[in-house]
């Protein structure tokens, strides 16, 4: 892992900075200052730990599948999820960590996914939604980074990811769509999926501008946008289509700003038993760091899962792909 007592050389960091800011790619390590080398280890850390926790999230709502078309459809959204981590892990060796030690020897709090592939996905409206509205936060994520990178070889592997991507949103979509024609029972369980899936996307793009403690992804061109720039384009999709299927969700489109506004005040409170906000029990965004540090209820099976010391996702005894 980056060491975090490395000295920090500030003309070298603003010399890099400028650089970068007049178009500069970097291709590998020794291209790195320590302030961008810890940067974009934290960056993909996150990318490759949200893409192989979202597996076991998604194998077990899997067996809830209506056709077996449908599993494997999701079989194959798993496997892609499994391929786009190895892509960050693998990107993260040339950086000097140890593939191997990022999956297999971390402890379950140690892994920096979203909040949401914390919680159990439960049935198949969760699975849809969760590719609907999770998988587009990633692509609005790692599309604004394949845009914008100045780190040449992630550029490049997200080409692939991005594409692949977009084949998981169309299935929750379409999914959803379908859940919705269907209306009765069908139809309440979309809504309570979305119920606690939509707000639980609006924090997944992480603080609001003003209190963003770290800049360094922005000042070197690691991605393009801001969180609330971010989190209004996961809205300019994700709001819309809620429409379409006829799905409520706290938010509303403002004529007067041409954004969305929420309809609660942010941060708020999280019920993960009942997998319930309490919009009216607001919170600081220090409570969600805390939230977000403790993990949510299937961390620890999750990464059982992943690493073999439970149900086997794998299906090899150790954990490791066979």
């Known amino acids: 892992m980056v ?29 790195m200052t320590p302030g961008y080398l810890k940067a974009i280890v934290t960056q993909m850390l996150v990318q490759g730990d949200t893409e192989l926790m979202s597996a076991p999230a998604y194998y077990m709502a899997a067996k809830d599948a209506p056709t077996i078309s449908s599993r494997i459809a999701v079989s194959a959204v798993i496997q892609d999820e499994l391929g786009h981590a190895n892509i960050a892990y693998r990107l993260l060796e040339d950086l000097g960590e140890d593939k191997e ?11 920096k996914n979203p909040y949401g592939f914390d919680q159990p996905l439960e049935n198949w409206a969760e699975m849809a939604v969760a590719n609907g509205l999770f998988d587009r936060a990633g692509i609005v994520l790692l599309s604004d980074v394949h845009q914008n990178t ?47 899936m939509f707000p639980t996307g609006i924090e997944w793009f992480g603080l609001p501008d003003e209190l ?9 061109r690691l991605k393009g946008k801001t969180n609330d720039e971010l989190r209004q384009t996961w809205m300019d999709s994700v709001v819309p289509l809620c429409a379409e299927v006829g799905v409520e969700i706290p938010a509303h489109y403002n004529d007067d700003t041409g954004q969305y506004d929420l309809e609660y005040e942010l941060p708020c409170e999280f019920d993960p038993e ?10 600081t965004w220090e409570q969600v760091w805390e939230r977000w ?14 690493q073999g010391r439970g149900t086997d996702l794998f299906g090899g005894g150790n954990g490791r792909p066979r």
């Open 3 to 31: 060491d975090p007592t490395t000295a920090i050389d500030t003309d070298r960091e603003d010399e890099l900075k400028e650089r970068i800011a007049n178009g500069y790619i970097l291709e590998s390590k020794a291209d």
């Open 212 to 220: 963003k403690r770290h800049s360094g992804q922005l000042e070197y």
């Open 293 to 306: 540090r403790g993990r949510g209820p299937m961390n620890e099976r999750y990464t059982e899962m992943i």
């Open 150 to 196: 100045s780190y040449g070889p992630l550029k490049r592997a997200l080409v692939k990811v991005d594409k692949e991507e977009y084949f998981h949103l169309r299935h929750g979509e379409s999914w959803m769509r379908r859940l919705s024609k269907a209306g009765g029972e069908v139809k309440e369980m979309l809504q309570r999926a979305v119920d606690w």
């Open 101 to 111: 030690q990022l999956v297999f020897g971390r402890q379950p709090h140690e892994f």
């Open 274 to 283: 009942e997998k319930r906000w309490l919009f009216e029990e607001t919170i």
